[in-house]
């Protein structure tokens, strides 16, 4: 939506392996949100990102999950030694005001559906 | 805690029928609220959002919705019904703006079919 792009659209993981998943917004875009969508779930929060700084990682559920926007566009998502439960598909959404929903949209991506097997 | 109920797992209404998607919600004071439509293969799309003063809040594809504070709710409605609604609808809230930022909290959504 809007321009968010995400990437690989399908990832299959084996246990153990470390990936990476990318969200590329467009230009302007603030603030920048990673959630995680189970099957069969809603979206749960992950992290929050305005420009480069990552303001809330409050919803990363391990030390295994690290997200990181170096230069305020680009962000990458990444799980290291992945678990079968970390199975999901990871949504990146994107907006120009500071991210609260009340003065700007949010867009989303297609998501990153990961299967860890 | 804050959470969000969409009772309704599954609905199938038939086209051209009307339609009504609940959403109960959780929070000590009033959120910011939201539906959002999930396509298969697609991005969430935002319908609507309720921020404030009129309680009935027009969206777009024919959608409304309309915030109860007594119920706690914010029901989503059309009066009817098409083919290409089929889809996945997300209720969310988000506590009103603190930190610059507002983080969604979503139900589990409800899956909606349409019959021909």
């Known amino acids: 939506g809007a321009g968010v792009s995400q990437s690989p659209r399908y990832k299959v993981a084996k246990r153990g392996q470390d990936v990476a998943l990318r969200c590329d917004p467009i230009?302007?875009?603030?603030?920048l949100f990673w959630y995680q969508q189970a099957l069969g779930q809603g979206p749960e929060f992950l992290t929050y990102f305005q420009n480069e700084a990552q303001l809330d990682k409050s919803g990363l559920p391990s030390d295994r999950f690290f997200a990181e926007r170096p230069e305020g566009s680009v962000s990458t998502l990444k799980i290291q030694r992945t678990q079968q439960e970390d199975s999901a598909v990871y949504l990146c959404?994107?907006?120009?005001?500071?991210?609260?929903?009340?003065?700007?949209?949010?867009?989303f991506g297609e998501g990153s559906r990961l299967t860890v097997l | 805690a804050q959470s969000v109920t969409q009772p309704d797992i599954h609905i199938t209404v038939s086209e051209g029928a009307s339609l009504e998607l609940r959403c109960n919600y959780s929070y000590g004071a009033t959120p910011y609220l939201f539906w959002y439509v999930q396509s298969p293969g697609q991005g969430l799309q935002l319908l609507l959002k309720?921020?404030?003063?009129?309680?009935l809040v027009q969206g777009i594809k024919g959608f409304e919705a309309e915030f109860k504070r007594s119920q706690s709710s914010f029901n989503l409605r059309k009066p009817s019904v098409h083919w290409s609604d089929a889809a996945e609808y997300f209720c969310?809230?988000?506590?009103?703006?603190?930190?610059?930022?507002?983080?969604?909290?979503f139900g589990a959504g409800t899956r909606l079919a349409v019959h021909p």
């Open positions: 309720y921020f404030s003063g009129d309680t």
């Open positions: 230009s302007g875009h603030v603030s």
């Open positions: 959404a994107a907006g120009t005001s500071g991210g609260d929903g009340v003065t700007g949209e949010l867009f």
């Open positions: 969310a809230v988000a506590p009103p703006r603190s930190g610059g930022y507002n983080k969604l909290i």
